[in-house]
Each structure stands twice: as structure tokens, then as C-alpha cells.
């Protein structure tokens, strides 16, 4: 018998964002030159306090984020993107209705991973109606007929 862990969506969110911090994090440690004691030494803590919060043993509050920042030289940037949808191939994206204040139109993007497709929204602004008329099923098909008829 074997144990699968469920992790909810928003746990798994948060995981991943505390796992690109540290990440980045490590990274400008090692661009910055610097070792852990010295880092300490501009801080004013001991080199295991360091250890643990770029290992992910401590948990990061933003002062201290900014703080290990200060000290390794480096500036902290912060932003909020939307939210992508990523659909595998025989399913749609689930998405609510624009409304006529902000219309919505999903913009796809082809990804290189197994044919997944990731759709964005983006704000467009204002509907317009396509510039030719889209032909009906029957006329289509009557013009293959004619077509096919006439070769």
C-alpha cells in the first residue's frame, strides 16, 4: 500500500513562491561575492541565522528579506502577475463571461511541453465585428460540391 500526499492548490502556490525567494536569494548571494559570515557580519547576527533562512529552515518575513538584500548589495523588486491557465491537449480553459466594461479576449501562446497551450487574458479596448462575414455550414459545403462537381 502506498501514501500519496494531497496538496491543495494554494498550499502549492505558496511553496513555490518561498522556493523561487530562496532561490533568488542563494543567487545573489553567490553574484555578490560575498560568504555567509560576512553577510552576518553586515547584519549583526550570527552565520547559522543566515544558514538557516537562505536553506529555508527559518521562515522569511519581508524585513528580513530586505534586510539580506541590503547586505548582499542588492535591491528588492516586487510585482504581482496574473494568473496563466494551462490546458492540456481535449480540454478548455475555464473562464467567466466578459463583461461590457472590460472585455476579456484569451490570448493563446504555445508552450514546448507535451502540447500544452497556456492562455493569458489580456484587456482589449473594445469589440469590434470581424471584417468579413463568416460563411454558413451549407454554403461552405456547397461550394465544395461545385468545386468537386466541376473537376
Do not use: C
Amino acid at each position: 500500500m502506498s501514501y500519496r500526499m494531497q496538496i491543495d492548490a494554494k498550499s502549492k502556490n505558496a511553496g513555490r513562491f518561498v522556493r523561487r525567494v530562496q532561490k533568488e536569494l542563494q543567487t545573489a548571494l553567490s553574484r555578490s561575492g560575498l560568504r555567509q559570515q560576512q553577510v552576518a557580519e553586515r547584519l549583526g547576527v550570527d552565520r547559522s541565522i543566515i544558514n538557516r533562512r537562505l536553506s529555508g529552515h527559518a521562515n522569511l518575513t519581508l524585513r528580513s528579506i530586505a534586510d539580506l538584500a541590503w547586505a548582499m548589495d542588492h535591491h528588492v523588486e516586487f510585482s504581482l502577475k496574473p494568473k496563466t491557465v494551462v490546458v492540456t491537449a481535449n480540454e478548455h480553459p475555464k473562464i467567466a463571461a466578459p463583461t461590457y466594461m472590460a472585455p476579456v479576449i484569451m490570448q493563446a501562446a504555445a508552450t514546448s511541453q507535451g502540447g500544452r497551450i497556456t492562455y493569458r487574458a489580456a484587456q482589449v479596448p473594445e469589440l469590434t465585428a470581424p471584417a468579413t462575414a463568416v460563411p454558413s455550414r451549407n454554403s461552405v459545403s456547397s461550394n465544395v460540391v461545385h468545386q468537386h462537381e466541376s473537376a
